[in-house]
Protein backbone atom coordinates (compact mmCIF):
# COMPACT_ATOMS: atom_id res chain seq x y z
CA UNK A 1 0.00 0.00 0.00
CA UNK A 2 2.53 2.26 0.50
CA UNK A 3 3.96 3.30 -2.88
CA UNK A 4 7.35 4.66 -3.22
CA UNK A 5 6.97 6.27 -6.84
CA UNK A 6 3.42 6.74 -7.95
CA UNK A 7 2.61 5.85 -11.61
CA UNK A 8 0.99 8.81 -12.31
CA UNK A 9 -0.32 11.87 -10.46
CA UNK A 10 -4.01 10.84 -11.17
CA UNK A 11 -6.03 10.91 -8.21
CA UNK A 12 -7.42 7.07 -9.32
CA UNK A 13 -4.49 5.38 -10.14
CA UNK A 14 -3.31 6.83 -6.78
CA UNK A 15 -6.04 6.06 -4.87
CA UNK A 16 -5.73 2.34 -5.90
CA UNK A 17 -2.59 1.95 -5.62
CA UNK A 18 -3.29 2.54 -2.21
CA UNK A 19 -6.84 0.06 -1.68
CA UNK A 20 -7.60 -1.30 -5.25
CA UNK A 21 -6.08 -5.13 -3.95
CA UNK A 22 -8.40 -7.82 -3.96
CA UNK A 23 -8.20 -7.81 -0.29
CA UNK A 24 -7.88 -4.42 1.57
CA UNK A 25 -11.38 -2.96 0.43
CA UNK A 26 -12.93 -6.06 1.60
CA UNK A 27 -10.82 -5.87 5.27
CA UNK A 28 -11.65 -2.05 5.12
CA UNK A 29 -15.54 -3.09 5.02
CA UNK A 30 -15.03 -5.82 7.79
CA UNK A 31 -13.52 -3.17 10.38
CA UNK A 32 -17.27 -1.03 8.93
CA UNK A 33 -19.13 -3.49 10.34
CA UNK A 34 -17.64 -4.18 13.71
CA UNK A 35 -14.80 -6.43 13.32
CA UNK A 36 -11.80 -6.30 14.93
CA UNK A 37 -9.65 -9.20 15.36
CA UNK A 38 -7.66 -11.41 13.12
CA UNK A 39 -9.50 -14.22 13.62
CA UNK A 40 -12.59 -12.23 12.85
CA UNK A 41 -10.72 -11.25 9.69
CA UNK A 42 -9.21 -14.89 8.68
CA UNK A 43 -13.12 -16.56 8.95
CA UNK A 44 -14.66 -13.72 6.25
CA UNK A 45 -16.69 -15.34 3.62
CA UNK A 46 -13.83 -14.28 0.96
CA UNK A 47 -11.56 -17.10 2.91
CA UNK A 48 -8.05 -14.73 2.95
CA UNK A 49 -5.41 -16.79 3.65
CA UNK A 50 -3.61 -15.75 6.97
CA UNK A 51 -0.38 -14.44 5.31
CA UNK A 52 -1.75 -11.90 2.97
CA UNK A 53 -4.14 -11.06 5.95
CA UNK A 54 -1.17 -9.98 8.10
CA UNK A 55 0.25 -8.28 4.88
CA UNK A 56 -2.76 -6.63 4.74
CA UNK A 57 -3.22 -5.68 7.83
CA UNK A 58 0.22 -4.01 8.17
CA UNK A 59 -0.29 -2.14 4.80
CA UNK A 60 -3.32 -0.37 6.25
CA UNK A 61 -1.57 0.41 9.77
CA UNK A 62 1.21 1.82 7.61
CA UNK A 63 -0.86 3.54 5.42
CA UNK A 64 -2.80 5.63 8.19
CA UNK A 65 -5.98 4.23 7.25
CA UNK A 66 -6.33 1.36 10.31
CA UNK A 67 -4.75 1.39 13.60
CA UNK A 68 -3.50 -1.25 16.23
CA UNK A 69 -4.55 -1.21 19.76
CA UNK A 70 -4.90 -3.69 22.56
CA UNK A 71 -7.69 -5.98 22.41
CA UNK A 72 -10.20 -4.99 25.54
CA UNK A 73 -12.08 -8.31 24.73
CA UNK A 74 -9.48 -10.23 24.19
CA UNK A 75 -5.93 -9.45 26.74
CA UNK A 76 -3.12 -10.25 25.69
CA UNK A 77 -3.98 -9.91 22.06
CA UNK A 78 -4.29 -6.68 19.26
CA UNK A 79 -7.62 -5.05 17.38
CA UNK A 80 -7.63 -2.89 14.59
CA UNK A 81 -9.75 -0.44 14.23
CA UNK A 82 -10.63 2.17 11.09
CA UNK A 83 -9.17 5.86 11.39
CA UNK A 84 -10.73 8.97 10.45
CA UNK A 85 -8.76 8.75 7.09
CA UNK A 86 -9.78 5.17 6.77
CA UNK A 87 -13.96 5.98 8.11
CA UNK A 88 -13.24 8.60 5.10
CA UNK A 89 -13.86 5.45 3.10
CA UNK A 90 -16.80 4.17 4.19
CA UNK A 91 -19.08 6.46 1.58
CA UNK A 92 -17.14 4.65 -1.00
CA UNK A 93 -17.52 1.03 0.28
CA UNK A 94 -21.48 1.86 0.39
CA UNK A 95 -21.40 3.26 -3.34
CA UNK A 96 -19.77 -0.11 -4.30
CA UNK A 97 -22.23 -2.33 -2.37
CA UNK A 98 -25.32 -0.28 -3.75
CA UNK A 99 -23.95 -0.57 -7.43
CA UNK A 100 -23.70 -4.47 -6.67
CA UNK A 101 -27.02 -4.16 -5.62
CA UNK A 102 -28.10 -3.22 -8.09
CA UNK A 103 -26.35 -4.33 -11.01
CA UNK A 104 -24.84 -8.21 -10.11
CA UNK A 105 -27.49 -10.63 -9.85
CA UNK A 106 -27.44 -12.88 -6.88
CA UNK A 107 -25.73 -10.45 -4.32
CA UNK A 108 -27.00 -9.74 -0.92
CA UNK A 109 -26.58 -7.16 1.72
CA UNK A 110 -25.22 -9.37 4.43
CA UNK A 111 -24.25 -6.90 6.99
CA UNK A 112 -25.04 -3.90 8.58
CA UNK A 113 -22.75 -1.36 9.38
CA UNK A 114 -22.34 -0.20 12.82
CA UNK A 115 -22.72 3.50 13.73
Same mark, same amino acid.
Given at each position: MHVKTRRSPCPV???LDLIGDK?????IRDMSFGRSHFK????? /???? &?????ADRLARLV???LAEKFPSPEVPGREAYRLTEKGESLR /???? &???KWGLD?????????K???
Open positions: ACTWTLLLEFSQS /PEGI &ATNILESG /PIMM &ALAHIEGTAALMPRG
